[in-house]
């Protein structure tokens, strides 16, 4: 049997043809950026609540995460998390007496991309916080609201226009640092295209359509992120 | 923990740092050279180049620095051999590195998102130097050249320190293209002494150490800037 060689034959979706494993990469990247884009946003939720609490030691323990996270490159954070928490996680059961798991995956590369994430969706929440006007909450604070029903009602509300420029930012870093995983072995898209490449030896035709899906991923994000962010403005004050 | 490893690979952790530091001087300035042109042509009044420099930034923020790495070193580098000529020329043992290939993509990515910034800062620039320029009779090009670039330049340069950072924590996936950087030695470390963490933790500290002076660098150097506020 011939192998395949037009770029065609190549990207189909059925066997000979890499476009279905491409795909299914496709599909693992996104679904890791967002299992880990909740988890960040759930870290860096509590995480601003904390540094802004004014508990001392909270705050020092959370300036200490958000400050290594944001200086590490993300490669070796990847690498680090990736062995400490396995290593880690196997310890524990052995010392519980239990032997060790292999651990998923997928939930592996959510579990530390979300991490990572955490640091900086704390910095952009807690910014989005203390944008909030400070009369709102003193209104709400004078009608006798409790601090739940404050939070819920206003700050939540009220910082949400102020987080989706940085919450966009991160969603397109979260996209392209879950191309790392690759390094580790989880097989997404970057993984994908390079295990296509290098068993048809056609290098340029596969990281070309794995750019171009990537590419897809990150207009289309883009569009969805422009639309909320005009819902959530709804009834602000144009600025210019 | 044990650093009885750093002693006899201590010729592999310095030649590593050494390439770090040299890819990201090389990507930092070429880059930046490049983004001025990608910024002139977005503000500039040609559709094409406008549209060509819009397609460029919008590639390469796009799409992660991994494929685009793996891109130009698989796919460009299997062309090269083809070209005719290349492979007498005194460049092939250049071209024939990883470390080539790496500063390429690393220059390429760096101007696409430095591009975007000194786009941003052109524009800041206040309308009335431009036609206070024009009015003592500077061409377009002179006014480029004296007064609209220096002043997008100084108007950028403090997120451009953050930009230099980044560029930083970008370089060790230049390891997965055979280039032995600082992260490059760390893996090579990890497999023949089988430690994880300590050659990690030496890797982590030098990053750290180098952001805390690629950023005090930065401020004294906006600092020696004169503004008028």
Redesign the interface.
Known sequence: MNPPHSALDLLSIAPPGWGGVLLAGALATVLISSGAYLVGMLIGLFGALGKLSGFRPLQLLLNAYTTIIR??????LI??LY??GT?GLNRILAWAGLGPIEINGLIAAIAVLGFVQGAYMTEVLRGAILAIPVGQLEAAKAFGMRPALRFRRIVLPGLIPNALPGFANLW?SV??????I??VGYQEL?LA??VA?SNT?E??VF??A??VL??VI??VSNMLFAALEAYFRRGQRPVV | MDFSWIFPYRDLILQGAFLTCLLLVISVTCGFGLAIFLAIAQVGKSPGARWLAKGYCTFFRGTPLLIQLWLIYYGLGTYLPYVPGLRTSFLWPILREGLFFAAFALTLNFAAYQGEILRGAMLAVPKVELEAARAVGMSPATILRRIWLPRAIRIGLPTFAGEVVLQLKATPIVFSVTVMDLYGAAYKIRQDTLLVYEPLLLVTLFYVGLTFLITRAFQKLENAVPTRR
Do not use: G, Q, W
């Not at chain 1, 200086?71 to 070796?76: C, F, K, M, R, T």
């Not at chain 1, 996209?175 to 790392?180: C, E, F, H, N, V």
């Open positions: 200086a590490v490159p993300e490669l070796i690498v680090a062995y400490a290593d397109m996209i392209k640092d879950s191309a790392l690759a390094v970057a295209a390079r490449a030896k290098y340029m990281f070309l794995a750019a990537y590419l990150t207009i």
